[in-house]
Structures are given as structure tokens and as C-alpha cells.
């Protein structure tokens, strides 16, 4: 576990399918090989954590899939519901209708 304040990719994402292809498409433009060591490394950060946000975002288009990916959107959900954005959080529940059912069994109301 990182640091507090320290981003971090969450292991779901680091091995869903596409964060592979994210990665290696942003870190083709930058030659990594050839740049000093900590320009690269955090080149290398900053693309893996754009990575990240694509692979969450592509959630939105594609629908989740595996528990882990409807969990993080209920979450997601569920925080904008509570912070007033309720249009933003049904929107995100489309893309994972298993995650309606699961807070509703918690006895959550998503829609508020």
C-alpha cells in the first residue's frame, strides 16, 4: 500500500485486459530506453496512471463484467448519489446493473 497523499493504479485495473494496451499506446511516444532515469520514471507514472483512468472511463461505454468492476462503480455511484449528483450516478449505474441490486441488498437506496 502506498503512502497517504501517493496515487496508485489498483490491482484490478493494472491487470484488466486493456490497461496493457492503454499503457503501451501512451509510452509509445516517449522513448523511455533513451531518457534519463527519473524523467523516465515518472513519464512511466503519469502513463500508467492515465492508463488507469482510461480503463475505469472505458467501464462507462463497455458495462462491468467481474465483481471487482461493479463494485468500483457502486462506489462511484454511491459517492455521487450521497454528494447530491444523482443524474452522474445513474449514469454510471447503466454501465453495471449488477451493482443496483447489490446495494439495494445492503439496503442502500442508489437513486438518492
Known amino acids: 500500500m502506498a503512502p497517504p497523499g501517493r ?3 489498483p490491482r484490478w485495473v493494472a491487470l484488466h485486459p486493456s490497461f496493457e494496451a492503454f499503457l503501451k499506446h501512451l509510452l509509445d511516444d516517449f522513448p523511455v530506453e533513451r531518457a534519463p532515469p527519473e ?13 488507469a483512468c482510461r480503463v475505469k472511463a472505458a467501464l462507462l461505454t463497455t458495462r462491468a463484467t467481474t465483481p471487482i468492476e461493479n463494485l468500483y462503480l457502486a462506489k462511484k455511484s454511491y459517492r455521487l448519489a450521497q454528494a447530491g449528483r444523482v443524474s452522474e450516478a445513474t449514469r454510471i449505474l447503466a454501465a453495471a446493473p449488477v451493482s443496483i441490486v447489490w446495494l439495494l441488498s445492503l439496503g442502500l437506496n442508489p437513486a438518492i
Do not use: D, G
Open 39 to 51: 524523467l523516465a520514471l515518472k513519464k512511466v507514472k503519469e502513463c500508467m496512471h492515465a492508463a
Open 7 to 9: 496515487r496508485t493504479v
